[in-house]
């Protein structure tokens, strides 16, 4: 049976969007591209758009797109036993021929196991045989580390998609159209050869007594470390939005990504060593993208991990003025914030600015390698204040390597004088200014020289924002925001878990999102992965990924960095 409501729901998004491709299925290789969460919340994801361009400009294949469902269609789903379905043709997902899951957040882990479920497909890989689609996988987030999802993924791609696609899709029309290669351990040895593509059913892992790693091995012809992809010219693929709709994050506003990578090496971000090298697209490409941009929305939104770094950013921004358009931007580099910048900035309707100053004391900010001085944080809300803008948004972490209670109330007292700067410039001026801090827990992510380091005790985390929030309290124009401890000590367990932690997953997909169930219910200890500071020479799951910076130059700034802070590391 298949819900009438729903499908109604679906044309009607349908009509809203601009953007959308509309194949018919006839001869071609059907993918359904999963993004494990609300449309909203997919629909504001660059990379998941990017994909989906990339793959419908391939002739023999039609995308089409699939979310998790709102709370109330949730229902709806299960009421009416109703199959999960592809936004574009309401088709099952079953009927496609590839489910490709485009993963950003470790959160969303369980989602995928819940859209298994809905769409009436086995999650686990070696369930799926023959007339089930082949399940794939990408992502930041599972580039990172795929390994908690390994029993329920056939393969993931490692990297960057756009260098990837046509080979993936070349080898996988090649093994479906050689005789005695139809079937799927076959299909997934062929595709396994390629460089960027791991498939865990290939690779077997063993234990010590103590629960850590021994060691990981490969079948026969695969390589023991497979090296993430990435896309040495950048300028070949243009990123920018292609999906229109009003319900996004990023609504008005067309997305336009500048940069990967960093050159700034903070020990914390994630980012900054995934997408390593830094790398820049040129001013003659992004003008005439911007401009794509600027025919369908008035605004352009400008992406990148360190958009702040590009080169050419003011040119850019002021032939987007030229155009009569606007401009978003999501962080600023202290550093970047000079006057003409801003005054493009403030001609291009932004009303809030965001900084990262990270750690509130500069002992903190030198161990992050994010060594801004106060002097330097003050000079640049002096410069956005001048220029007219007295909206700031600062983003801070908790539970940082060697952090003291000290440091915590330094996040309030910059806080205060930030506040300050903006109050003396403003005397008696009229029009809207606040201080908002967003201070969130810090989590330990793979291929990051902080990687060895475990995740402050929730209690602790708990502690430290009641710090802030009494500190805070009563403070005219200061509002705080933060995520809630217990899901740092999920995205943790997620974050830095081996294929052993799937259990879990499993156990919290059962109960529906309740994780103290789930946790409680399985026999695997969840802290062994959260609260344990690794050994130096420990093997971690996610050591079989080449990431491009070898482990030793990451394990000598982690070092460096506890010296700095003041901690003696030993074996």
Not at 529 to 536: E, F, G, T
């Amino acid at each position: 049976m298949t819900s009438w409501k729903l499908i109604q729901k679906a044309k009607q998004i349908l009509e809203k969007e601009k953007g959308t491709v509309q194949k018919p299925w006839g001869g071609k290789n059907s993918i359904c591209l999963i993004y494990p969460n609300s449309y909203h919340v997919g629909m504001s994801n660059l990379g998941f758009q990017t994909l989906y361009h990339h793959l419908n400009i391939e002739e023999d294949v039609v995308c089409e797109r699939a979310f998790l469902p709102d709370a109330g269609d949730l229902q709806e789903y299960r009421q009416t036993q109703t199959p999960l379905f592809s936004l574009e043709s309401q088709r099952p997902l079953s009927d496609f021929d590839i489910l490709a899951f485009s993963i950003s957040f470790e959160n969303d882990f369980v989602n995928i196991l819940s859209i298994f479920d809905l769409a009436h497909v086995p999650p686990e890989s070696h369930r799926r045989e023959h007339g089930y689609p082949l399940v794939i996988a990408g992502g930041v987030s599972v580039f990172l580390n795929p390994e908690p999802l390994s029993e329920f993924i056939d393969l993931f791609i490692l990297g960057e998609a756009e260098e990837v696609v046509k080979e993936f899709l070349e080898v996988y029309r090649a093994a479906l159209s050689e005789k005695g290669k139809r079937g799927k351990g076959d299909l997934l040895k062929s595709l396994g050869a390629l460089e960027g593509v791991y498939v865990p059913g290939l690779y077997h892992v063993a234990y010590r007594k103590d629960g850590k790693i021994e060691r990981m091995d490969a079948e026969p012809g695969f390589p023991p470390q497979i090296k993430r992809r990435w896309v040495r010219e950048i300028d070949r693929f243009p990123t920018r939005s292609v999906l229109f709709t009003l319900d996004t994050e990023f609504k008005e506003m067309a997305l336009v990504e500048v940069n990967r990578g960093c050159p700034r090496g903070c020990r914390f971000c994630a980012a900054c060593f995934v997408y390593h090298p830094f790398r820049s697209r040129s001013l003659p490409v992004l003008e005439p993208v911007a401009k794509q941009g600027l025919a369908e929305e008035h605004r352009i939104g400008l992406t990148g991990t360190a958009v702040s770094d590009y080169p050419d950013l003011l040119p850019l921004c002021q032939g987007i003025l030229s155009q009569r358009g606007g401009i978003s931007l999501a962080s600023i580099r202290v550093d970047a914030i000079r006057g003409p910048l801003v005054q493009c900035l403030r001609e291009g309707q932004v009303q809030t600015v965001a900084l990262a100053p990270e750690a509130g004391s500069e002992r903190l900010r030198k161990v992050l390698r994010k060594g801004y001085t106060e002097e330097e944080i003050l000079k640049s809300i002096d410069i956005l204040v001048e220029n007219g803008l007295s909206q700031i948004k600062c983003y801070f972490l908790i539970g940082l390597p060697s952090e003291t209670d000290e440091d915590v109330r330094a996040i309030v007292r910059l806080a205060k004088q930030v506040r300050h700067e903006i109050l003396s410039h403003r005397k008696g001026q009229k029009g809207k200014w606040r201080v908002v801090l967003s201070v969130n827990p810090f989590v330990p992510k793979p291929a990051t020289p902080f990687q060895w380091v475990a995740l402050e005790e929730v209690g602790e985390l708990k502690r430290k924002l009641k710090m802030i929030q009494r500190e805070i309290k009563g403070e005219k124009g200061m509002e705080l925001i933060h995520d809630l401890p217990k899901w740092a000590y999920i995205q943790a367990l997620l974050s830095k878990g081996d294929r052993r932690v799937g259990k879990i997953l499993m156990a919290a997909c059962r109960y529906q999102g309740d994780w103290n169930k789930a946790l409680r219910e399985t026999d695997i200890n969840p802290d062994f992965y959260v609260y344990r500071k690794r050994d130096l020479d420990e093997i971690f799951p996610w050591d079989f990924i080449d990431h491009g910076i070898p482990k030793e130059k990451l394990r000598e700034e982690y070092i460096k960095a506890m010296e700095e802070a003041g901690i003696q590391l030993t074996h």
